[in-house]
């Protein structure tokens, strides 16, 4: 039997069950909606969450916003194909985690109030810097919703036996649809609590598949490992470097950019960053990042595992059939540890999975809508709309905060139907390729500023505008003119070939140009650094002295 047949024959199985549990999840999550909803609509609460987490909820919380659908699908999905090439997400993935650690959450909590650019402009003009941040931020929060968006449209093409078209449209406007509801009515509080169900929902079906893949080889990863090899069609070539990227010098290079987009690119993504504004103190961000470490690296370290599993039980050549990018190899090796099509068994399991996969992706997208919209309205509009802000002064009244969460929450509109848009194109690519390419645009455009920022006392307005837009403006172009945009049969546009640009990931070129900008901008800006004003800064970030 084909891969496409087997799947349609048990595809109706699937679907009641499936869709039965998730209509539990997303009731939970829109109880919850309501509930916060009924709270006080202030800035501080929408944006975050009235700063009253604590740092296990935080912790949570950050690792649902970090553990989408491109780490429970793609990942795995990747590995399942590659061996041990895939394994570099889920290296980079982690290791990330420890720069964000080390180098920002404690500062970001002491120097910001709801979004990026607060930190940005800490010490600098506010309009030019939050203009910047505000307009990269929004880059790649689409981006990365983007990737999310391909995953429910995956998922929901499997659970209908990969055949309509129709359907998995519908299931990413209905994606869209929810995560713009979840933000405009319940805002920060209603997100974060989401977050942290979706995390204790996926942790759970992690660990259960995982188990029940290590006792089908009663717990000898030597036995999975070998049934993988032959699960491949690969060899052991499955388990070596280079089957992914090591064909040729740019394949080779691709490894060596999407390492860095991983491993630099966490540290600048939006959503991740207004976490840590949602806890009362710095210490409590700090702790933050350590509950987020335990939980998303034993994630991370379980993947593995899934990955390997299906490509033992499964097969690649299955799981390449039911989706070119491996986007459902997780749903289909639960089908086979439940006994198989047609099994009580099977379809329980992949149902439940199934479930866990949406309320993944719904909870992830939720946080990534939230934190672009805050930075149009507290960002972008804030700059363009507010006199006030233009003399870089701040207005807290209490009508310019209503205002604010007002703006917010029509351009959660705007920004879900503009990912709505962009998914329906990106359908044949594996999700966490695509969350790579928006971690390489977030460490190209925000990192170097952020840094700059914190660190370097000589850094100026004019610096931090270039390093945004030094690294923001290569690094799409440079997308836009790879193979992944055209020129190949699964690119973007397949029928074109306009790609000058021969590597898939634009980082080991974007970043360093984005570090570069800071520093040129600096060197040349007409106007010195204001020492005293770094200070302040340096002594704020440090110390949490006039932290909001």
Request: hydrophobic fraction near 55%; charged fraction near 10%.
């Amino acid at each position: 039997m084909t891969a496409a047949a087997y799947l349609a024959d048990s595809a109706g199985e699937h679907q009641g069950l499936a869709v039965v549990l998730f209509t539990v999840f997303v009731s939970v999550t829109l109880a919850i909606t309501a509930w916060a909803g009924r709270q006080r609509s202030s800035s501080v609460e929408f944006f975050a969450g009235g700063r009253m987490f604590s740092p296990m909820e935080n912790g949570f919380a950050i690792s649902g916003d970090y553990m989408s659908a491109a780490s429970f699908l793609g990942i795995s999905g990747l590995i399942a194909l590659y061996g041990y090439d895939g394994l570099l997400y889920s290296v980079g993935f982690l290791v990330a985690w420890l720069v964000v650690l080390m180098l920002v959450a404690e500062l970001v909590r002491n120097c910001g109030r709801y979004t990026l650019a607060d930190v940005l402009s800490a010490r600098m003009k506010q309009r030019p810097v939050r203009i910047a941040a505000g307009t990269s931020s929004v880059v790649v929060s689409v981006l990365y919703l983007v990737a999310q968006m391909v995953g429910a449209s995956s998922l929901v093409g499997l659970l209908l036996g990969g055949e309509s078209t129709a359907a998995r449209t519908w299931a990413v406007i209905g994606c869209g649809a929810l995560m713009v509801f979840y933000v405009t009515f319940g805002g920060m509080r209603a997100t974060t609590w989401i977050q942290i169900v979706k995390t204790v929902l996926l942790m759970s079906g992690t660990v259960l598949l995982t188990v029940m893949v290590l006792w089908r080889f009663h717990g000898n990863v030597d036995d999975l490992l070998r049934s993988a090899v032959g699960g491949s069609g690969q060899g052991h070539a499955f388990l070596a470097p280079g089957l992914k990227y090591g064909g040729s010098w740019t394949s080779r290079l691709d490894f060596v950019s999407l390492g860095l987009a991983l491993v630099l690119g966490t540290a600048g993504l939006p959503h991740i960053l207004s976490r840590f504004y949602t806890v009362p103190t710095a210490r409590s961000a700090r702790q933050s990042v350590v509950w987020a470490i335990g939980l998303i690296g034993a994630f991370y370290l379980m993947t593995i595992v899934l990955g390997f599993g299906a490509a033992a039980v499964v097969g690649s050549d299955t799981v390449r059939s039911s989706n070119a990018a491996g986007n459902t190899a997780v749903p289909l090796l639960a089908e086979a540890l439940g006994g198989g099509a047609g099994t009580t068994g099977g379809t329980v399991l992949f149902a439940i999975v199934g479930a866990v996969a949406f309320a993944t992706i719904l909870a992830v997208v939720a946080g990534i809508t939230l934190a672009s919209s805050a930075s149009v309205a507290h960002d972008l509009y804030t700059a363009l709309r507010r006199p006030a802000a233009r003399h870089g002064r701040r207005d807290p009244s209490e009508a310019m905060e209503e205002d604010e969460v007002r703006v917010a929450r029509f351009a959660a509109v705007g920004i879900g139907a503009v990912a709505i848009a962009l998914s329906l194109l990106a359908q044949d690519q594996n999700i966490a390729f695509l969350v790579g390419l928006a971690f390489a645009v977030a460490a190209s455009a925000n990192l170097p500023a952020l840094l700059y920022s914190l660190f370097w006392s000589r850094f100026t307005t004019r610096g931090s505008v270039w390093a945004i837009y030094g690294g923001l403006v290569p690094a799409l172009l440079l997308v836009a003119l790879s193979p992944v945009v055209s020129g190949r049969p699964d690119a973007l546009f397949p029928g074109v070939d306009f790609h000058i640009f021969p590597l898939e990931n634009p980082g080991l070129i974007s970043i360093p140009l984005g570090f570069l900008a800071g520093w040129l901008g600096t060197v040349l800006s007409p106007e010195p650094a204001d020492p005293k004003r770094f200070a302040e800064t340096e002594v704020r970030s440090l110390t949490g002295a006039g932290a909001v």
